[in-house]
C-alpha cells in the first residue's frame, strides 16, 4: 500500500499544537506566538507537508460521495438528486474531483471499500443511511480522512453532519392539517431504516400528541417495497377500511404522489373527501393534480454545506464536529 500523503492533523500531532492553529500558522493568520508558528513550520518540514492553499481550483484533490445502491439512479431521484447536484457544484467551485460510490452490504466488500478510500480520497461523505448502517459508517472511519453525513446521524457518535429540520417539518405538516380543523388524520409511515423519515414520523405523532390524539393502526400502515409509487399501497389499504380520515400525512413527497393516484381511482375528491399533505416539497410536488401542499427540505443547500464542512475539514479549520440543522418552510398549495 503506498504511504499516504501528510495532512494538516499530521503536522498538527508532531507539533503538539490544534488542527486550527496549523491552519492560521499556513495561512499566515495573526495571533499566533513567535515559538508556535516556529514548531509548526518545523513540523511542515520535516513531515514535507504540502500546503493546499484554499480557491486553488488547481489541486486536483478527490472527494467521495457514497450512497446506497437502492438509491440508484441518484442523480434522477426527487429528493436526493438535488442533494448531489449541490454537493458537486460545491465541489466545482472549490475545486476537487467527486467519486461517485454506491454501496451495496449484502455485496460489498468492506475492506477493499476502506482501503480505497483511505488511498485516493481527501475525505468523503455519506448520503443518508438506509443499507449504510451505523456500523458500516463507523468501520469506514479512517484516522486524517474526514467523513461527514447526510441526512443522518449516528446516535452516541460525534460524526459532523448536516439534516433537514425533519421533526419540525413532520410537526408543522401535521400542525397544520390540526389548525385545519381535521382530526381523523392517517399518517403513510417511511422505512425505518431512513433517520430522516422517523424524525419526520416523531414529529408527526408530537403535534397530534399535543392535541390528544392518535391514529389507529389500521391509519398508519406499513411501506411496502417493490411498488412503483409509493404510498399507493399504503393508502389502499386505509380506504379499504370502513371509516376514512379526512386528512392523509405522506411521510414524503414521493409517499404523496402514490396515495393521491389511489384516492383518484377511489372516486374520492382531493380535498373535498380527503386533503393530503408531505414533506420535501420537489418540484414535482408543484404540478401534481391538484398542487399538493408539503413542508420544503432545501436539498440543494444541503449538499453545498455538506461540501463545504468536509472542506473545512480536510483543511484542519474546522475541528469540532457538529449537526448542521437548515430549516424547513411550509408550502401552502390545493391538497388541503
Excluded at 410537526?171 to 388524520?185: E, F, N
Excluded at 406499513?222 to 380506504?239: A, D, R, T
Aim: charged share 20%; aromatic share 6%; net charge neutral.
Amino acid at each position: 500500500m503506498a504511504k499516504s500523503k501528510p495532512t494538516m492533523r499530521d503536522v498538527a500531532q508532531a507539533a503538539d499544537v490544534s488542527a486550527t492553529t496549523v491552519w492560521m500558522v499556513v495561512h499566515n493568520k495573526p495571533g499566533i506566538p513567535l515559538d508556535t508558528v516556529e514548531k509548526v513550520r518545523t513540523a511542515i518540514q520535516k513531515l514535507s507537508y504540502t500546503v493546499k492553499l484554499e480557491n486553488n481550483n488547481s489541486r486536483g484533490e478527490s472527494v467521495g460521495l457514497l450512497i446506497e445502491q437502492s438509491s440508484i439512479p441518484a442523480i434522477s431521484d426527487v429528493f436526493y438528486g438535488d442533494i448531489i447536484r449541490g454537493f458537486q457544484a460545491e465541489a466545482k467551485r472549490l475545486g476537487y474531483y467527486v467519486l461517485l460510490s454506491t454501496f451495496d452490504r449484502n455485496t460489498q466488500d468492506l475492506d477493499l471499500l476502506k482501503m480505497g478510500f483511505s488511498e485516493n480520497l481527501s475525505g468523503f461523505v455519506v448520503a443518508n443511511d438506509g443499507d449504510i448502517l451505523p456500523e458500516t459508517v463507523i468501520q469506514l472511519k479512517t484516522p486524517n480522512i474526514p467523513v461527514v453525513l447526510i441526512e443522518s446521524y449516528i446516535e452516541g457518535q460525534t460524526f459532523p453532519s448536516v439534516l433537514g429540520d425533519n421533526f419540525m417539518a413532520g410537526y408543522k405538516i401535521a400542525r397544520y392539517m390540526l389548525d385545519q380543523g381535521h382530526r381523523k388524520i392517517a399518517i403513510l409511515k417511511g422505512p425505518t431504516k431512513y433517520s430522516s423519515l422517523v424524525d419526520r414520523l416523531r414529529g408527526c405523532l408530537a403535534a397530534m400528541a399535543e392535541a390528544n390524539l392518535l391514529p389507529p393502526a389500521a391509519w398508519m400502515p406499513e411501506p411496502v417495497s417493490g411498488h412503483p409509487l409509493k404510498g399507493y399501497v399504503q393508502m389502499k389499504e386505509i380506504l379499504a377500511q370502513p371509516d376514512h380520515p379526512t386528512a392523509v400525512i405522506a411521510i414524503s413527497d414521493k409517499t404523496a404522489f402514490g396515495a393521491m393516484e389511489a384516492i383518484r381511482e377511489a372516486g374520492l375528491n382531493i380535498p373535498g373527501d380527503i386533503a393530503i399533505g408531505s414533506i420535501d416539497n420537489t418540484m414535482e410536488s408543484g404540478y401534481t393534480r391538484p398542487p399538493l401542499t408539503t413542508v420544503h427540505i432545501p436539498k440543494y443547500e444541503i449538499g453545498v454545506l455538506a461540501l463545504r464542512k468536509l472542506h473545512r475539514l480536510i483543511e484542519g479549520s474546522e475541528t469540532l464536529p457538529f449537526k448542521s440543522i437548515v430549516y424547513s418552510e411550509l408550502i401552502v398549495r390545493e391538497s388541503c
